[in-house]
């Protein structure tokens, strides 16, 4: 917990190939002993609302093959749309149900969030430190090439189609630009600082800011 007694997050937004997310997310949850929330999340939103979670998966996987996010914002506003609706089961209130497991987590514990425009969800509660993690173009294609052993032509593209996927739902979401550092507390070169670095840096910023220690 923080000094003031209250549980803390520390949300993080990446982009592809800046090789952060999944390892900077599980080295900080395993160094603050609680738990890191990606696709877990799902789960979690599955048991609140009584919806699969399969449902969640698809939802997650079938809008990266969708103009859906091109068409349209549905920028959260905390309203989930009631069973006996149509629209029960559209994109926006899956979002939603995340949003809620995520804002009530945060009353009982803390936790490291990956993704899901969970700074955006978060934005008013306390003790929580956003953090956008980027690297030069180059660098991400060069090692998306030797991580999956693929041509830089088809990291590339890799890159182009996550990142895309990514910025949109953001801005989908949140009616927000993606890259925007306005939106963080904390936005690092993961190319500069190298990845322990970063946990580092993040982990100072922290006891800085808020006072927690790790235990």
Known sequence: ????????AIVITRTCGSGGGSYIGKKLAEDYGI???DRKLLRLASDNSGINE????????NTKKTMLYRVSRKIYNGQVIPPESGNFLSDQNLFKYQADVLRA???????????????YVLKDKKNVLS????????WRVERETVRQG?????????????????EAYY????GKKWKDPSNYDLC???????????????????????????P
Not at 3 to 8: I, M, V
Not at 54 to 61: C, H
Not at 131 to 138: E, I, K
Not at 171 to 174: D, E, L, P
């Open 105 to 119: 987590l945060l009353d009982r514990e803390s936790y490291v969030c990956i993704g899901r425009a969970a700074d």
């Open 131 to 138: 953090v956008y993690l980027d690297a030069p173009y180059d």
């Open 35 to 37: 738990d890191v929330y």
């Open 188 to 214: 690092l070169d993961t190319s500069s600082l190298g990845l322990d670095g970063c946990v580092a840096l993040i982990e100072y910023y922290m006891n800085l800011k808020f006072g927690i220690k790790m």
């Open 150 to 166: 693929i041509s830089a032509f088809d990291a590339i593209r890799y890159i182009n189609r996550l990142d895309k996927y990514r």
């Open 54 to 61: 399969a449902i969640f998966a698809n939802a997650d996987e």
């Open 1 to 8: 917990m923080a000094e003031n007694g209250n549980y803390f």
């Open 171 to 174: 801005t989908y979401h949140t």
